[in-house]
């Protein structure tokens, strides 16, 4: 063979070579597309939290948390009622001196000194307010208001987190009766009832009293900060997560804002 047929060999070997090499690199390219948008499919699926009617997901919990408005982010307190009559929790609660009150101007309102009533939320009715009992200061006191507020309501549920110091606390009465109730401040002051499915899936720690690892207070405070980042998604499975609304549904519902007067008796 010349030079002249084996230049020409060359040629075509090069014409054939070189569109397979461009045909593997597509290929290539395209599985390795195809394995990230697996990869990613099966980490949302694996994601899930729960499967059964009304629980969310895990990425649904998030997706809801990007409704949350500017003003409001999560409340320190608040109570979750099963009702959709705020007039009842109003007289429940005996607040005095009512205003109605939209959404967000009742959440903005919740640190000072006055109590929200929410317009129910998915059959849910909220109360937010610095004034509801702080479970640290005096754990009673809270046990006891609980208890008046689920005898004339039914079913409540509180929620307490201070992710500055770690403590927490939640609780569910029926009729006046403690289903469940954990806090901690430093030390367990209130445990209660047997832990919940919802606790055991968020792996929540709950100390019993006088249980904890003294030789390693650090590692438990961060143990203890672990179960404040968990605390909406618990009121989200229980009942609803308040940082989950989104307000500008509720912009022509009321709630009411008032004081709070002297604690009714026992």
């Known amino acids: ?25 597509t290929v290539l390219l395209i599985g390795a597309l195809l394995i990230i948008v697996i990869r990613r499919y099966l980490r949302t699926r694996g994601g899930k939290l729960f499967t059964s009617a009304g629980q969310q997901t895990q990425a649904e919990f998030h997706s809801d948390r990007f409704f949350q408005s500017s003003i409001f982010h999560c409340p320190n307190r608040w ?24 959404w ?11 109590l929200f009533i929410s317009p129910p939320v998915r059959g849910w009715i909220l109360v937010v307010g610095s004034l509801l009992p702080e479970p640290s200061e005096d754990v009673d006191a809270c046990f006891r208001f609980l208890q008046r507020l689920s005898r004339e309501l039914g079913e409540v549920q509180f929620f307490s987190v201070n992710q500055a110091v770690g403590h927490h606390a939640w609780a569910r009465f029926e009729c006046g009766r403690a289903i469940r109730g954990y806090a901690w401040a430093g030390e367990t002051l209130w445990n209660q009832g047997r832990k919940t499915w919802a606790e055991r899936k968020l792996s929540l720690r709950c100390y019993d009293y006088c249980e904890g690892d003294t030789q390693n207070h650090f590692a438990q ?19 609803l997560d308040p940082s989950s609304v989104d307000d500008s549904a509720l912009t022509d519902a009321l709630g009411i804002a008032g004081d709070l007067s002297q604690a009714k008796p026992r």
């Open 1 to 25: 063979m010349d030079g002249r047929g084996a230049s020409a060999a060359s040629q075509d070997h090069a014409t054939i070579i070189l569109p397979l090499l461009l045909l593997l690199g």
């Open 79 to 102: 109570v979750a009622i099963k009702s959709a009559n705020p007039p009842a929790v109003q007289t429940a609660l005996g607040l005095h001196n009512p205003t109605p009150c939209s």
């Open 104 to 114: 967000t101007e009742g959440m903005a309102q919740g640190s000072g000194q006055k």
């Open 221 to 239: 405070i961060e143990r203890s900060r672990a179960n404040t980042e968990k605390i909406l998604l618990l009121a989200s499975i229980w009942s």
